[in-house]
């Protein structure tokens, strides 16, 4: 019996671990205590080349040191106190605004994720940084997935959280009972669903949009149009799907012609060659695209003759548009196809999204009953897909601006502001760096454990496979590349031609009348129903009808 007991102590005590209460006697062969949670980067110097091991890879960065933006980070009391500042922030959400949102504008950052949303701050220069919308007093989360896919697009979204109704992926202003590309079901008006524009212009207030892609893209078409392919955004693409463009009406014919279209007091973007026929060419000399010969741009034009309109092309001629006394109708086509990026704009020639909302608004204010402005910031997600973050973060800071100036030339008694997003991205931003670590850059606290270093910001899929992987025995060294070049396609694990949306639930920020309607969790196409009881307008519940308002 004894002998069996010293064996069972011998072989037991084999097994046991070295207590993490111990002195460290690691070396950097040795393994992190968690490796799901590393440490030693932290604390160690760079060792040598001949320390290096595959295992070991991963904490052979230089000792980092925590560099605060201030000295009195290092303080509790400065994280106390500012801890209080927000619970007093918190505590004033008591105090709901029930009153009758006059105005409602909308703010849409398409492809704008919250990892965007977090990168973006950095991109600003500090961690702690607060974009402009992110001070509004109400914040939720919405899901973002369609009546048939998973990871939605922006036309289906588009008709969620404009009319109210999940829908088709491709699909704009459609029930979900029309499939992609039909062409009957697009005309049976029983699957047509309105949006809030409809419903405030039923009500007597004023309307428009605002866009750096082309007006007649997915998501402010979602404002005006039905169709069964948001690729139909001129004649030609109609015919080449086999259908007859006089049956099935293309995207920017709706938008001249069709009832929410002709009435809309504010239409601003890109897109010049939807609206010109084939053997003309627009002020930057590209030909436009429609095959029926129609001049859209005129027509629109011939429509508005009678009342006080103006066409513009340019950032100079918007600016010379008297929209605050004068101007009725504004119709402003800066670019032929989408506006082009901010980091690539001639800032002469093409007006900030900032100037075009504020010029929006100058028209729209003259409606003494109030009105509905759509904004998109619409090429936050095409920096996305082509894995190029840094577009992506400069376009979020050009959206935030625009809401900045929104909400501090409106009244927050009046005029409901909302925020919010159509899906999300595939980029994450990842890894252990120091405070203020350039997030363009590589992460500075670990390398991989092929000893390169490795991106704090990723994709999943997308362009950048082929730049970093595709063709080489080792990954791409970025260290010897210039990653703030705004071409650049950072890192992704899955070969794609164009990065991908995520399926991940996007944030809403509301600030105004009814604004605490956006806390929670809830499905996207419950937003336009809530602008509407705010408003008191559409055709279901309000605050007027119920007597709620004070």
């Known amino acids: 019996m004894m002998y069996q007991l010293c064996a069972y102590l011998f072989l037991t005590s084999a097994l046991v671990l070295p207590s993490p209460l111990q002195p460290a006697m690691h070396n950097h062969a040795e393994e992190e205590y968690d490796p799901m949670h590393p440490q030693r980067f932290l604390f160690e110097d760079t060792p040598s ?17 925590f560099e605060p933006p201030t000295a009195v980070e290092q303080h509790a009391q400065y994280w106390n106190n500012l801890a209080q500042d927000i619970l007093e922030r918190q505590l004033h959400k008591n105090r709901l605004n029930r009153k009758v949102a006059k105005n409602v ?13 977090a990168a973006t701050r950095v991109y600003l220069g500090d961690e702690s ?55 009957q079901a697009q005309n049976d008006t029983a699957n047509h669903v309105h949006s809030i524009a409809k419903w405030a212009q039923d009500s007597g ?23 069964a392919n948001r690729n139909w955004e001129y004649n030609g693409a109609i015919e080449k799907d086999g259908f007859d463009p006089n049956v099935c009406h293309d995207i920017a ?11 809309m007091r504010v ?48 950032r100079v001629q918007l600016l010379e548009t008297d929209t605050t006394r004068e ?63 840094i577009r992506a973060f400069d376009e979020t800071v050009e959206f935030a601006k625009a809401i900045e100036m929104a909400r501090s030339r409106t009244s927050q008694d009046n005029t409901l502001i909302v925020v919010t997003a159509d899906h999300s991205h595939t980029m994450t931003m990842s890894g252990y760096s120091s405070r203020k670590n350039d997030i363009l850059g590589v992460n500075n606290g670990q390398r991989a454990d092929d000893e390169l270093p490795y991106a704090t910001i990723s994709y999943a899929n997308g362009p950048g496979y082929d730049r970093n992987v595709r ?80």
């Open 471 to 550: 063709g080489r025995e080792t990954r791409l060294d970025l260290n010897r590349v210039d990653m703030r070049d705004k071409s650049f396609a950072f890192p992704s694990t899955v070969p794609l031609g164009l990065e991908t949306h995520g399926g991940d639930d996007v944030a809403v920020f509301a600030s105004g009348p009814w604004a605490h309607l956006f806390s929670g969790t809830y499905e996207q196409h419950f937003i336009p129903h809530a602008m509407a009881f705010a408003a008191c307008i559409g055709p279901g519940r309000t605050a007027c009808e119920n007597g709620e308002q004070s």
């Open 129 to 183: 940084t607060e974009l402009s919308f992110e001070r509004f007093p109400y914040v939720g989360l919405s899901k973002t997935y369609c009546a048939n896919v998973q990871v939605a697009d922006s036309a289906c979204t588009a008709t969620a959280y404009l009319a109210g109704v999940k829908a088709n992926y491709g699909t704009i202003g459609l029930s979900a009972a029309a499939a992609l590309g039909d062409c």
């Open 327 to 389: 101007t009725e109708y504004l119709l402003g086509l800066f670019s032929s196809k989408h506006l082009p990026y901010h980091l690539d704009a001639d800032e002469q020639q093409m007006p900030s999204l900032t100037e075009m909302v504020s010029k929006a608004m100058d028209v729209l204010e003259r409606n003494g009953d109030g009105y509905f402005l759509f904004v998109e910031g619409g090429r936050i997600d095409h920096g996305h897909h082509y894995t190029q973050p």
């Open 205 to 227: 207030l004023s309307t428009g949009f605002v866009t750096t892609t082309e007006v007649t893209n997915a998501s402010p078409a979602g404002v005006y149009a039905h169709t």
């Open 253 to 263: 014919t709706q938008l001249i012609h069709g009832t929410v279209g002709k009435n």
């Open 105 to 117: 504008i909308m703010f849409l950052g398409d492809g704008l994720s919250i990892p965007t949303l």
């Open 49 to 65: 080349e001949g320390q290096r091991s595959k295992r070991s890879s991963s904490t052979s960065m230089p000792k980092l040191r």
């Open 267 to 314: 239409i601003m973007g890109g897109g010049r060659r939807e609206f010109l026929p084939t053997y003309e060419t627009d002020i930057d000399g590209t030909r436009g695209r429609r095959t029926d010969g129609v001049d859209l741009i005129k027509h629109w034009q011939h429509h508005h003759a009678h009342q006080q309109s103006a066409y513009v092309q340019n």
